[in-house]
């Protein structure tokens, strides 16, 4: 590792003071150790944020849920204030890494670390959630669906912390879901896909709002615009999901890796996309 | 410019030890190098594997992938801390006794991994106490004996 000074700021001032541009937050780490032992990263202090009094916080809020940024993954997963609403954040907290990655890793650890494949990151912009990020002169909120700008890059600016997530409270009528394909278990994923449904008022099979979101198959976790529009307004068949599908797949702009060829992925995106609507309709009707 | 070293105070297996550590050193490191405690094992190095599960806090977690310095002011248990003197833990007694362990490597981080699962949750069925060990790679057993293990262990404490 290159050297560095470690720091265990008390307060999120402090922390806030500590964040030079040569300065890298550390939650978890279970990201960050690695990309440090491989010197992937010319920091030279380390601000440890675990110090830092509720900072891991899950409450209900004025209009939905704030989640902390240092929540570990298997505090989200376990919350009986997300699983109520937030299926799609539920399902994708669980399966995460292993049980040791889960007592570990944050939810502001696994979006600013900006992997095109974070889990959390699909379920999130599909609920339409914010980031709130804070530096010395106050705190701004950044749509998840704008936080990324490629691979470990994130729409942050020197100086800048995430603190926490606000997830807005789930409408009436409205559903969410999560699916995703792996090679093993503890690998990272192939494809993941949520989808938040919204259904219309007054015709229970019609679809008022659909918003879909596709992870490790762009430089970056991306909303399936084609896919979305193809289902607002329509009534939801089997044709309807089909077609919704077929959309998503033409929105991905998958590439070969070491673990799947971009044709594989572009048909799993088809296949997710299809269970992930038919899920989160199902629970937009209140039967799963 | 080199890491600095940074004083910590971990309790570690009930008792306190202060030292003063690199910033950079690892808590597997600090446990296995510092302190002598060799029982956790490192594996892969990279939190795939498990080899270094610890509990921290009362979570399990992967040694290898945190700082010592993260660990000041915490509670640590590993592998030496579960048997009582000569009289080894339940679960030890049902490892030995299933013959849950072949080359070895793996044991003192899957004991951990079962500890942490009954520590929570005192009685799981059969595929609870396959999830609970779920972190953790064995790469001779089949893992069918070692999850035989864990539930013995839960009948016997």
Aim: aromatic share 4%; proline share 5%.
């Amino acid at each position: 590792m290159r050297p560095f000074h470690y720091r265990a700021p008390r307060s999120l001032d402090e922390a806030l003071a500590l964040l030079t541009p040569r300065a890298v937050p550390l939650a978890g780490g279970t990201d960050l150790f690695l990309k440090m032992e491989r010197r992937q990263t010319q920091a030279d202090t380390v601000v440890d944020l675990k110090r830092i009094p509720e900072l891991d916080r899950i409450e209900a809020v004025d209009g939905g849920v704030r989640i902390g940024a240092l929540a570990l993954m298997d505090s989200l997963g376990a919350s009986s204030l997300i699983a109520g609403q937030y299926e799609a954040l539920t399902r994708s907290a669980r399966v995460v890494g292993s049980i040791q990655t889960r007592n570990r890793a944050t939810l502001g650890g696994n979006l600013a670390n900006a992997s095109p494949a974070a889990d959390t990151a699909p379920p999130l912009m599909a609920l339409g959630a914010s980031a709130e990020v804070a530096d010395a002169g106050g705190t701004r909120q950044v749509p998840v669906d704008r936080l990324f700008l490629g691979p470990g890059r994130t729409a942050l600016r020197d100086g800048e912390l995430l603190t926490a997530i606000l997830v807005p409270a789930l409408p009436a009528r409205a559903g969410s879901s999560f699916h995703r394909c792996v090679r093993t278990a503890m690998d990272i994923a192939l494809v993941n896909c949520a989808a938040f449904i919204r259904l219309d008022e007054d015709h229970p099979d019609t679809v008022a709002e659909a918003r879909i979101a596709l992870g490790a198959v762009a430089p970056t976790p991306l909303r399936a615009a084609s896919a979305e529009t193809r289902l607002a307004g329509a009534r939801l068949d089997e044709d309807v999901v089909e077609a919704a599908g077929e959309c998503a797949a033409s929105d991905a702009r998958p590439i070969d890796d070491v673990r799947a060829s971009a044709d594989y992925r572009r048909e799993m995106v088809r296949v997710l996309t299809r269970r992930a609507i038919r899920s989160a309709f199902r629970r937009a009707r209140g039967e799963a | 410019m080199e890491t600095p070293r940074i004083r910590i105070t971990v309790t570690v297996n009930g008792e306190a030890v202060s030292e003063d550590v690199p910033g950079d050193r690892s808590l597997l490191d600090f446990l296995r190098d510092d302190l002598g405690l060799t029982g956790t094992k490192e594996g892969c190095g990279e939190g795939e594997c498990g080899a270094c599960s610890v509990i921290v806090g009362g979570r399990l977690v992967d040694a290898c992938l945190i700082f010592a310095a993260e660990a000041d002011g915490r509670n640590v248990e590993t592998v030496e801390g579960l048997a009582d003197g000569e009289v080894l833990h339940p679960l030890q007694r049902a490892f030995a006794a299933a013959g849950a362990a072949q080359c070895g490597y793996c044991t003192p981080g899957m004991l951990m991994a079962g500890k942490a699962l009954l520590d929570r949750n005192p009685s799981p069925t059969r595929e609870e106490a396959a999830h609970g060990i779920a972190g953790n790679l064995c790469r001779c057993t089949g893992y069918g004996t070692i999850i035989q293990a864990v539930m013995e262990a839960a009948k016997e404490s």
